[in-house]
């Protein structure tokens, strides 16, 4: 079983910057793809980032490309998300997870992904 906690999450203005952390517990033998998914009020869940389980791999979603950074150090067993030039659309629940799909398989979809954290909400004002 795998826990995985988010935290950093706060509200900011529009240009301003945050960083998440998600920080996994549990059974760790087996590298995790890792991944950042979003959910806004009334909207559908969608894929932020996701890094390959060594982290020399990344994907990120168009609407967030050349602003979020995803990373992860894995003899921390943690996970980041470095999101800079926040704009009001980020506005979300920044949840964190893992998946054991062969990188870069499925990325993208939710559905891949087996263990989820609760959670961090972020808010950005214009």
């Known amino acids: 079983q795998v826990q995985l906690v988010e935290s950093g999450g706060g509200s900011v203005q529009t240009g301003g910057s945050l960083r998440l952390s998600c920080a996994k517990s549990g059974y760790t033998y087996t590298y995790y793809s890792m991944g950042w998914f979003r959910q806004a009020p009334g909207k559908e869940r969608e894929v932020v980032a996701a890094i390959s389980p060594g982290g020399d791999s990344m994907r990120e979603a168009d609407s967030v490309l050349g602003r979020f950074t995803i990373s992860r150090h894995n003899a921390k067993n943690t996970l980041y998300l470095q999101m800079d030039n926040l704009k009001p659309e980020d506005t979300a629940i920044y949840y964190c997870?893992?998946?054991?799909?062969?990188?870069?398989?499925?990325?993208?979809?939710?559905?891949?992904?087996?263990?989820w954290g609760q959670g961090t909400q972020v808010t950005v004002s214009s």
């Open positions: 997870a893992a998946s054991e799909r062969s990188w870069p398989d499925y990325w993208a979809h939710d559905w891949a992904y087996i263990y």
